[in-house]
């Protein structure tokens, strides 16, 4: 088995700061994806690389930078995060391209920011 | 549009029954996966179907295979640890993304 970790487990920020999420995988799996969840909705899709240094652009990319700097690591960056924002950030990963494979998800960043 | 759309959204039942959960979808999909998130905020995936039923345990999903066009997972003999919010998330063909829909919250009474 293999496991996904992300740091930090919470992370409070000031406005127009730039965070950092980091995400690490041990399955060594191809692609990862990095998301985001508002208390009580789903889930939108951020960035996500299907190999190292490989990017692509999700639904909310828009004031997010990401970097697959080896294929077991994939962080995030809020280049400037927005007052009072409140959200937790999933990092996910699965085996392969061509989506046939289950994915597995990190136990999130909650990110505050004052 | 949203192209996973989940229903219920919210859903409360008392142990022992047995319900249904389901997502449709805007387009074609090429496959399906089912997650629960627990209280901490775990997501935990119970199913991925490229088609047809897959079981396990009380659990069991469809994935429509003629249409691709809806997925379905059904609950038997609710059990307390079953609550959570159920989310579903299809992905298209050549795509290597997975749409969220924006989940079922299931609350088991006793």
């Known amino acids: 088995g293999g496991i996904i970790t992300q740091t930090p487990k919470f992370l409070i920020g000031q406005e127009g700061q730039k965070l950092t999420l980091k995400c690490q995988q041990n399955?060594?799996?191809?692609?990862m994806y990095w998301y985001r969840q508002d208390s009580g909705k789903g889930l939108r899709l951020i960035y996500y690389?299907?190999?190292?240094?490989?990017?692509q652009k999700g639904d909310l990319s828009e004031g997010y930078d990401a970097s697959r700097e080896k294929k077991s690591s994939f962080s995030l960056t809020v280049t400037s995060a927005q007052k009072n924002e409140m959200a937790v950030f999933l990092c996910?990963?699965?085996?392969?391209?061509?989506?046939?494979?289950?994915?597995?998800f990190g136990s999130g960043t909650r990110l505050t920011v004052l | 549009g949203d192209q996973v759309e989940q229903s219920p959204s919210a859903l409360s039942l008392h142990e022992g029954t047995d319900s249904a959960l389901r997502c449709n979808f805007t387009?074609?999909?090429?496959?399906v996966q089912w997650f629960r998130q627990n209280s901490r905020g775990s997501l935990i995936s119970l199913f991925y179907?490229?088609?047809?039923t897959k079981e396990n345990g009380r659990l069991k999903s469809a994935f429509d295979s003629k249409e691709r066009r809806y997925s379905t997972l059904h609950i038997r003999d609710a059990q307390l640890e079953d609550s959570g919010t159920y989310f579903c998330?299809?992905?298209?063909?050549?795509?290597?993304?997975?749409?969220f829909g924006k989940g079922t919250q299931l609350i088991i009474q006793p």
């Open positions: 399955f060594n799996h191809d692609t």
């Open positions: 996910a990963s699965r085996s392969g391209t061509g989506g046939a494979e289950t994915l597995y």
């Open positions: 998330a299809a992905e298209s063909g050549g795509a290597d993304r997975l749409t």
């Open positions: 179907l490229a088609s047809g």
């Open positions: 690389s299907i190999t190292e240094n490989d990017l």
């Open positions: 387009t074609t999909m090429r496959s």
